[in-house]
Every structure is written in structure tokens, then in C-alpha cells.
């Protein structure tokens, strides 16, 4: 079996960036839902596999989930120390994977 190496972008204000970026990870600024949508809606365009999305800087996860749905692309959206933690719907998330939600 061999691994397919897959591209990680990350989403989040300049503060946060840093850490992301010293792993090795692209980073785009965004501090609002409009400007994190244009990024992700770049990754998927410049064939990012994976696009982390700090917390705090979106306040409609779903809209994200919808611009990547059926791109071959995955966005995360991270929790941060400045975001309202929410219960996670384990069965959603996996129906969603499997595509049947």
C-alpha cells in the first residue's frame, strides 16, 4: 500500500498562522466568513486535499462543508480558545464521509 501525500492548508488570523506555517503547512489570513470562504474556495482550486479552518474566524461551518462537497477536498474546522466549543455529531460526520448524509 502506498501513502498518497496530500496537501494542508490552514485558514486562520495572523496570530495563529505562524505555528501552522513553521510545520510546514500553507497558511492563509482570513479574519471573517467572507475572506475564509475565498480561501477555501482557492485551496480547492490549487488542489489542496485538506483545509484546516480556525473556529473563531467563521460563524457558518456548513457554508464551508457545502463549497467543498464533492471536490476531492476535506475542510476541518478547528476549534480554537476563542471559539464556543459545540458537541460533535459523530454519526453525521461519519454519513457525510461515507456519502450518505
Not at 459523530?90 to 457525510?96: G, N, W
Request: no cysteine.
Amino acid at each position: 500500500m502506498s501513502a498518497k501525500e496530500v496537501k494542508v492548508l490552514v485558514v486562520g488570523d495572523e496570530q495563529s498562522l505562524p505555528l501552522f506555517r513553521m510545520a510546514g503547512m500553507s497558511v492563509v489570513k482570513a479574519s471573517n466568513q467572507s475572506e475564509a470562504e475565498e480561501a477555501v474556495k482557492r485551496g480547492v482550486e490549487e488542489g489542496y486535499g485538506l483545509i484546516i479552518v480556525l473556529k473563531h474566524v467563521v460563524s457558518d461551518e456548513e457554508r464551508l462543508r457545502r463549497i467543498v462537497a464533492g471536490t476531492g477536498s476535506v475542510v476541518f474546522v478547528l476549534p480554537t480558545k476563542w471559539s464556543k466549543a459545540e458537541p460533535i455529531n459523530i454519526e453525521r460526520l461519519l454519513a457525510e464521509a461515507l456519502g450518505l448524509g
